[in-house]
């Protein structure tokens, strides 16, 4: 089968989807469909109505698009029997109905940004820096009943960089799994490609994180809470408090030679705000007060009154 005559449906929502559809589309996949998730208030008050970066992708050329609220609804199935496709490729889009991933003559293919039976679930990118992990990867598999469970395809690993963020490591595995995602549809149409059962005992788990979970425990070691903070950075953010208020840190780095400071104590010496950890100290470098805009720390130490914050020791 050549691409072209290949009929894929692509469903998915944001930029690390938009990527992968892009790219099997600019590579002469004959994309029939697109599903994506209904539009969202949001911005300012919440009063602008969002699209996904999937469903401009769609209209700009002009591809079919389908926005279901209920994806068991006999109109949505429907739907997609009509477009009749070969395959089904997810990526970053809701579980799937059996009556759905089970229609293509095919498959369905989902991509998951981590090397599975590692990071099974919702937020495999956070978790991973949250434990530490020196690499990570992505992984196409064909999709079965429980999630994140079916047979392999292919795997790329990535390296995770000390000073790597979510954000940072989100747009490196974006852009390694649009081309794995291209590479697995071809050796798939032409039969070059024998899916691999996973080892489920050496599965992981990757929950979806909720704001209770980003809060600061500073009794950890440094190195953890380093991991903890880039893990939740840019999005959701860890979080402390400070003045009553939630102060979220985004970016930190370990003060080997600083000032040794109880965990959770918070010091400021000249142009550095160190907050304590179980052993050394984080120095922070970029923060968001509940309220106001994100800010570099000279920003912020620039704009506060130090004594609106007692718990603030200067040294």
Known sequence: MKREDCKVVFMGT?????ETLQTIHQAGFNIVGVVTSVDKMGGRGRKQLLESAVKKYAIQHALPLLQPKNLKAAGFNEA?????PDLIVVVAFRMLPEVVWSMPSIGTINLHASLL???RGAAPINWA???GEERTGVTTF???KEIDTGDLLLQEEVEIDINDN???LHDKLMHVGAEVVLKTLDQVIHQK???QKQDHTLATKAPKIFA???KINWHQPAAIVYNFIRGMSPYPGAWTELGGKVLKIFDARISFDAHRLAPGKIAVDGKHLCIGTFDHPLSIKLLQMEGRKRMKINDFLNGIKMEDYPEITEI
């Open 166 to 168: 979510a954000g940072s």
């Open 212 to 214: 209770e979970d980003c």
């Open 193 to 195: 490609i024998l899916p």
């Open 117 to 119: 039976p590692a990071y």
């Open 129 to 131: 820096i949250i434990r």
């Open 80 to 84: 997609l029997q009509t477009w009749n």
């Open 14 to 18: 944001p930029e690390f989807a938009m």
């Open 142 to 144: 064909f999709i079965q």
